[in-house]
């Protein structure tokens, strides 16, 4: 059970935060119980809302920004996120069984996607202090700087996820997956 209230529906979460879970309700066809915790807070639901949106419209395909999230989630122990993006994965990315297994170990089994995965999982890894030759893999595979920099953010948006959901406990909406260790 949740350690935070998750308003049960929209209309029982703050009058400020409705609107933001309409439009979650219209783009998902639900409102995952992550997005319902969060609306306690309307500012912190508005600002989580609009990175990922902000970050939807960068250079990261869909299937490398699911990867990185079942790395990070992996790696900070979030069995909800472990088991959203999994569900997420497999339905919108198209990831296979075996692409999500590589993603949670930090790797893919697709060349580019792999150093982009590689390198997201260091940032979370290392908190950020990653060496020079760390950045040189990524931007060698192909990553040009306004991607190594939307991989950090995305370490840090799922990063948010992966610790709210562990300080709340949120009930998990999903098939549950679990981690198999935390980092």
Known sequence: MSRLPTPATIDAAPAASRPFLEAVKKQFGVVPNLFRLVSNSPAAL?????????????ALPAPTRERIALAVAEINGCDYCLSAHTFLGKRLAKLDDAEIAANRSGASNDPK??????????????RGHVSEDDVR???????????????????????????????????????????????
């Open 46 to 58: 508005e600002g989580y809302l609009g990175l990922s949106s902000a970050l939807d419209k960068g």
């Open 113 to 126: 996607a792999d150093a982009a995965v590689r390198f997201a999982a260091k940032v979370a890894r290392e």
């Open 137 to 183: 893999a990524v931007k060698l595979a192909g990553y040009d700087d306004a991607e190594v920099i939307e991989i950090v953010q995305h370490v840090a948006l799922n990063t948010w996820t992966n610790y709210i959901n562990e300080v709340a406990k949120t009930d998990i909406d999903f098939p549950v997956v679990s981690v198999r260790s935390a980092a």
